[in-house]
């Protein structure tokens, strides 16, 4: 076969392959849309684990009807100037909506805060259609059905409704921690099965927040981290050794505000924790990195969820140490001879 270019629809295929594993990297990646719109209150609702529908509606800033093609399309984005090096978004990439469109039948319907109706485009399966003027709120609502229609071999990885429902609740409290000020309620079929009031976006918004997503008894026994090293900031909250769950779960980590899954950080809190925990517990963490962004680089992979960062070994030294101060502050550490 001679070498020819592949399809629009093809090349958003194999990126779908990448950003959109299951049901929660699509509420994963439409909440980041709704929270880099500035929104203050994002529903999501799903129906079958997510296969059948996922609708996330959010109230910010909306997209102008003559922009809503460009929105759908491959490597269009209003977030990334012409630097790679300055991300301050949650998306950068402008790939999630033409993906998710390739293989599943995507309506997006918005209005800005100016514009005074709304319009819609739909993609079917990588078809997009016209752009069409409705009747819509200031804002954002984006629906998506039957999922990986398009792409069967994945569809027929999908785990149960159940196990699919408990990935999406997992992913609106993940990145919910990381923004207190944003109301944010999840419903299924037939009912809400989560529901976060705003709180202050202060530390003590974040410990209300907290108390929300990982239960009361967490506020009650976390000890507060705030620590700072070469420009580096470090906060959120850590257990006291005697809170501790069966597996590392429950450590949320972000850095500027991004969900991550670091192994670098997972290795840190681990050995902060090392001379008061047994091997098999595990604290509970919410940490907040904040640096320059060009000190870390987040586009490793499609996802967004993996990071590297320029100095490693500063980011671990801080974490460790940050966290093995609170406990000695809280006299549950004998000394922190030692700390890397
Ligand atoms: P990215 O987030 O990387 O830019 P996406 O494919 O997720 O790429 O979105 C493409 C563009 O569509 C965004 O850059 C943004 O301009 C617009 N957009 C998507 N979702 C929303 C939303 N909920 N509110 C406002 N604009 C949005
Ligand atoms: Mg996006």
């Not at 509420?27 to 209150?41: C, F, H, P, Q, T």
């Not at 999630?96 to 005074?116: E, K, M, N, Q």
């Not at 406990?327 to 550490?333: F, I, Y």
Request: hydrophobic share 45%.
């Amino acid at each position: 076969m001679p070498i020819r270019a592949l399809s629009e629809t093809v090349i958003n295929q194999i990126a779908a392959g990448e950003v959109i594993e299951r049901p929660a990297s699509v509420v994963k990646e439409l909440v980041e849309n709704a929270l880099d719109a500035g929104a203050s209150r994002i529903e999501v609702a799903t129906a079958g684990g997510g296969l059948g529908l996922i609708r996330v509606i959010d109230d910010g800033g909306g997209i102008p009807a003559d922009e809503l093609p460009l929105a759908v399309s491959r490597h269009c984005t209003s977030k990334l100037s012409d630097d790679i090096h300055d991300i301050r978004s949650l998306g950068f990439r402008g790939e999630a909506l033409p993906s998710i469109g390739s293989v599943a039948r995507l309506s997006l319907r918005s209005r800005t805060a100016t514009g005074d109706a709304g319009a819609e485009v739909t993609v079917d399966g990588g078809r997009t259609g016209p752009v069409k003027p409705v009747a819509a709120n200031p804002g954002t609502t984006v629906e998506v059905r039957d999922l990986f229609f398009a792409t069967p071999a994945r569809l027929k990885f999908m785990k149960s409704e159940r196990s699919e429902t408990a990935a999406i609740t997992d992913v609106v409290k993940r990145v919910a921690l990381a923004f207190p000020a944003v109301r944010f309620t999840l419903s299924g079929s037939d009912r809400t099965t989560l529901e976060l009031a705003a709180v202050p976006a202060d530390g003590e918004g974040l410990l209300r927040r907290m108390g929300q997503v990982l239960g009361q008894a967490f506020s009650e026994n976390a000890l507060a981290i705030d620590a700072e090293r070469e420009g580096i900031g470090l906060t959120g909250y850590a257990s006291i050794p005697s809170f501790t769950r069966g597996n590392a779960l429950h450590q949320f980590a972000y850095v500027n505000g991004r969900p991550v899954r670091d192994k670098l950080i997972a290795g840190a809190i681990r050995g902060a924790y090392m001379d008061v925990l047994p091997r098999d517990r595990h604290a509970v963490t919410a940490l907040f990195l904040s640096l320059d962004p060009a000190l870390v680089d987040v586009n490793v992979h499609p996802a967004k969820a993996d990071v590297r960062f320029r100095d490693p070994g500063l980011v671990r030294g801080l974490i460790i140490g940050a966290i093995r101060q609170a406990l000695e502050g809280a006299g549950m550490r004998a000394s922190t001879s030692g700390a890397a």
